[in-house]
């Protein structure tokens, strides 16, 4: 069992930066890929990253690509999404995920079981 919890979020200019964090508590933490999804008012949910559970391998969306970056630290059992050059199109609420299969690093927001509460970004003009 994960349980996730984001914070970071909040109100910033274009060009802007944030980073969110991904808490987690659960023993088996270290053991599983982490996902970032995130869902603006009136779409569907959206993957923006993944990595996997050593950090050594990362996915990215082509939106955010060159912008964004993931990580993690297992000491800590966080994962972060530092995000640059922020745009008014990233405002959405955030979601880390971890998926049913530990090492599963894809998009497909059905293959992710727990997921946190969410945490809201809002970009201005």
């Known amino acids: 069992q994960v349980q996730l919890v984001e914070s970071g979020g909040g109100l910033v200019q274009a060009g802007g930066s944030l980073r969110l964090s991904c808490a987690a508590s659960g023993r088996t933490f270290s053991r599983y890929a982490v996902g970032w999804f995130r869902q603006a008012p009136g779409k569907e949910r959206e993957f923006v990253a993944a990595?996997?559970?050593?950090?050594?391998?990362?996915v990215y969306t082509d939106s955010v690509k060159g912008r964004f970056t993931i990580s993690r630290d297992n000491a800590k059992n966080t994962v972060y999404l530092q995000m640059n050059g922020l745009k008014p199109e990233d405002t959405a609420v955030y979601y880390c995920?971890?998926?049913?299969?530990?090492?599963?690093?894809?998009?497909?927001?059905?293959?992710?079981?727990?997921w946190g509460q969410g945490t809201q970004v809002t970009v201005s003009s």
């Open positions: 990595i996997k559970w050593s950090g050594g391998g990362t």
């Open positions: 995920a971890a998926p049913n299969s530990p090492y599963y690093t894809g998009s497909n927001p059905t293959e992710y079981a727990y």
